[in-house]
């Protein structure tokens, strides 16, 4: 049985969150609660289930607070931002 990709990203957010009594303080983006969250280099909605183990982390925030980096050249490939090492951004 497969489960929606919308169930399983609930299921490890805001559900988890009501589960402990604290969907009021985490577990969703809204503006009365910290900034926990991971920035994806790929849309998991726009690819098949069995590849979403590939994607990579591209940041990672807690508390509003960024606590991973990874590469960025990465990143701006992410936002579709060409980069040539001998010149700026374009």
Known sequence: MKVPLEQVVRA???????MMGMDDQIGS????????????EKNLF?????????VNVLY????????HEANTLRFLQFLNVEF???RSLQ
């Open 84 to 86: 040539d090492s001998h």
């Open 60 to 67: 990672s925030m807690m508390n509003g607070k960024l606590v």
């Open 12 to 18: 490890h957010t805001i559900n988890v969150a009501y």
């Open 29 to 40: 983006l809204e503006v009365v609660k910290p900034a926990d969250l991971i920035v994806l």
């Open 46 to 54: 726009d690819m098949p289930p069995e590849e979403i183990h590939k």
